[in-house]
Each structure stands twice: as structure tokens, then as C-alpha cells.
């Protein structure tokens, strides 16, 4: 069974792709069956 975490109506996976918009991150997603999932979060530097 695969999800599309972008359009996924959970209110956990809605917040965190908004809080990556608003803050002008990247998001990577990695799925393995057996292993689970990880959703890694890359912010740019604070000046």
C-alpha cells in the first residue's frame, strides 16, 4: 500500500508539509518495506 503524503488528509502530515512551505525548506521522504518511513527536513541557514 503506498500513501501520497502530499495530499494525505492527516492533520501530522498536513502540518508538517505547510511548516516546510512557510519556512522554505526541503522535505525528503524514504520508504522501505520492513524498515518504516523517515521524512528528513532541510532548513536553510538563519543570517
Known amino acids: 500500500m503506498t500513501i501520497n503524503w502530499e495530499e494525505s488528509p492527516s492533520l501530522g502530515l ?12 526541503e522535505i525528503e521522504v524514504n520508504s522501505a518495506k520492513n524498515e518504516g518511513t523517515s521524512f528528513c527536513l532541510d532548513f536553510a541557514p538563519i543570517n
Open 14 to 25: 498536513r502540518l508538517v508539509r505547510l511548516l516546510t512551505q512557510q519556512l522554505d525548506a
